[in-house]
C-alpha cells in the first residue's frame, strides 16, 4: 500500500503529461510564484502554517543540533525559525528553486544571518552532501513535490549523523468527513482562484490539493522512513488533521 501511495504522489505533477518531469515542472512552478509564494501561505493557512513549524521546531529542541540541512528550503522561512529558535552552529537549505532561492537569501540577508543560513540550489535526489554530515534533517511542505520520495528520504536519512533526528512537516487530509468536506471546498476551489488572481499560475494552486490528497499520510509515510533505515518514526496530527509532524531518528 504504501508503494502505490508513492506512487500515486509522484504521479501528480504541476503541469500534467507535458513530457518533462516532475521535478523540472516543479523547479518550474516555483520559480513562477516566487514572488506571490509568501503571500499565498499565509492567506491559504490564515497565518496557522507559522504556528505549525514553531511545532515542529520544538521537536529537534532536545537533539540541540549543531548542523542542519533543510530540504525545499523555499523562501527560507522554515531555516529563518529554526536560527531563531535552536541557535545552530550552521543551517544549509536546499531548493530546486533559482527564483525561491533569491527570496530566501533576501530575507535573511535582511535579518544578518548571512553568516548563519546559506543555500544551495540542489535536488534531494541526489544530495551533494558527504554522508552523515548533519545533525538534524528537515522539510516543510516538501515531500509530497519530490519525484521519488523512497530516494529523497534514503538521501536525507544518509546525511543524517547517527543519532541525528528527520523532522518533516506536510499538510494532510482531515480524516473527519465533515471537516473534510470544508476542507475540500477550500482546497479544491477557492485556494486555485486566489492563487491565479495573485500568481498568476492557477495550474500551480489546482497541483496543491491533488498532491496533498495523493501524497502518503500516517504511518504509510513513516513506513517510508523506516525503509529508509530511519527508527524512532512517530506523527502527530495538526489543527484537525490539515496538517502533520513526522519524525524519525537515525
Known amino acids: 500500500m504504501t508503494g502505490d501511495k508513492g506512487n500515486r504522489v509522484e504521479q501528480v505533477t504541476p503541469y500534467g ?3 518533462s518531469a516532475k521535478t ?34 520544538q521537536r529537534l529542541k532536545r537533539k540541540k543540533p549543531s548542523t542542519v540541512l533543510d530540504v525545499a528550503t523555499g523562501t527560507g522561512d522554515f531555516a529563518i525559525q529554526l536560527h531563531q529558535s535552536l541557535h545552530p552552529r550552521h543551517i544549509m537549505g536546499i531548493d530546486l528553486s ?52 523512497q530516494q529523497g528520504y534514503r ?7 547517527p543519532g541525528g533526528m528527520l523532522c518533516v512537516l506536510e499538510l494532510s487530509t482531515p480524516t473527519n468527513p465533515l471537516i473534510r468536506w470544508f476542507y475540500n471546498l477550500y482546497t479544491l ?22 498532491s496533498i490528497a495523493a501524497v502518503p499520510q500516517g504511518d504509510d509515510m513513516l513506513q517510508l522512513m523506516r525503509n529508509a533505515g530511519l527508527r524512532s518514526t512517530q506523527f502527530k496530527r495538526l489543527t484537525l488533521g490539515t496538517c502533520t509532524i513526522y519524525t524519525a531518528v537515525k
Not at 516543479?26 to 509564494?37: E, H
Not at 558527504?130 to 516538501?142: L, P, S
Not at 538521501?155 to 549523523?161: F, I, N, Q
Request: charged letters at 30%; a neutral charge.
Open 155 to 161: 538521501e536525507m536519512a544518509r546525511v543524517l549523523k
Open 98 to 149: 533559482q527564483g525561491m532561492l533569491d527570496e530566501a537569501r533576501r530575507k535573511v540577508k535582511e535579518k544578518g544571518l548571512d553568516n548563519d543560513i546559506s543555500f544551495e540550489q540542489g535536488d534531494c535526489m541526489a544530495l551533494t552532501m558527504g554522508n552523515e554530515t548533519f545533525d538534524a534533517v528537515t522539510v516543510a511542505f516538501g515531500v509530497r513535490n519530490f519525484e521519488h520520495l
Open 24 to 57: 523540472e515542472q516543479v523547479r518550474q512552478m516555483f520559480d513562477s510564484i516566487a514572488p506571490a509564494y509568501d503571500f499565498m501561505n499565509r492567506a491559504m493557512t490564515m497565518g496557522i502554517d507559522i504556528w505549525w513549524r514553531r511545532l515542529a521546531v
Open 189 to 210: 476551489h477557492i485556494i486555485p482562484w486566489i492563487g491565479s488572481m495573485k500568481s498568476g499560475d492557477k495550474s500551480a494552486y489546482r497541483y496543491l490539493p491533488k
Open 17 to 19: 503529461s507535458d513530457g
